[in-house]
């Protein structure tokens, strides 16, 4: 059975994805604040977590931001209008997906499937094989090779770090500062700026066209991401 993390504060949106979501077999864990959330959150293992932007303690973009430090879980942000859309993806807080109120339950149901079979297909790949493929590029991640047609693609350990990284979860946004955290590490004195050098060498060598990337592509006001349309499953 799927675990879900509801962090929301309105008893009334609580009831009603408890009902609705119980009725599809998924278990469910409640938080009505970001504090007690981020903490259910780090301490469990949950498949996805349904995280309202507006909350008492640490808001939703707070706890996404810590989150992301540590884990992956699958987050899909609910936001209470529209306009708030922009304000998610420009503060790049990492989630998966997000959601306006009022929002439809089948709506909603639709997002959590897409974003857990997203998710399974990247983990099946990475246990099926250290062998990752995306339409003539091949990255072996155990012999740290990666080929491009019939030619050997020599990247330095950051560069093939960031094509690992992403390339395992084809279709997820990373922000500068993520990338940064994840690969260079937070004590690293640096700036988001040596993201975007790294970003760039690595498409050097691996893009044909720079000016139209296929494999790692520009999320306008978010960071990058791999292109998860090419991927050979």
């Known amino acids: 059975m799927k675990r879900i993390l509801i962090i929301e504060d309105d008893p009334e949106i609580i009831k009603l994805l408890e009902l609705h979501l119980s009725d599809v077999s998924y278990e469910t864990t409640m938080a009505t604040d970001g504090n007690e959330g981020l903490r259910l959150a780090l301490e469990n293992d949950f498949q996805l977590i349904l995280l309202d932007l507006t909350l008492p303690g640490l808001d939703g973009v707070e706890v996404c931001r810590k989150l992301r430090a540590t884990k992956n879980t699958p987050v899909i942000m609910l936001t209470a209008k529209s306009e708030e859309i922009d304000r998610v993806l420009g503060l790049e807080i990492g989630a998966d997906d997000y959601i306006t109120k009022p929002f439809s339950i089948r709506e909603l149901l639709a997002r959590i499937k897409a974003v857990l079979r997203r998710t399974n297909k990247v983990e099946k790949k990475q246990e099926d094989t250290s062998i990752i493929s995306a339409e003539g590029l091949s990255i072996d991640i155990d012999k740290r090779k990666v080929v491009l047609g019939d030619y050997k693609i020599d990247l330095s350990p950051k560069e093939f770090e960031l094509l690992v990284l992403m390339a395992s979860n084809p279709g997820r946004n990373y922000t500068r500062t993520e990338l940064l955290?994840?690969?260079?590490?937070?004590?690293?004195?640096?700036?988001?700026?040596?993201?975007?050098?790294?970003?760039?060498?690595?498409?050097?060598?691996?893009?044909?066209?720079?000016?139209?990337?296929?494999?790692?592509?520009?999320?306008?006001?978010?960071?990058?991401?791999?292109?998860?349309?090419?991927?050979?499953?």
Not at 213 to 233: D, H, S
């Open 181 to 233: 955290n994840i690969i260079w590490g937070y004590n690293f004195d640096g700036y988001e700026h040596t993201v975007n050098s790294h970003i760039n060498r690595l498409r050097a060598k691996i893009e044909s066209d720079m000016a139209n990337p296929n494999y790692i592509l520009t999320t306008w006001g978010v960071g990058y991401k791999f292109n998860e349309e090419i991927m050979a499953w």
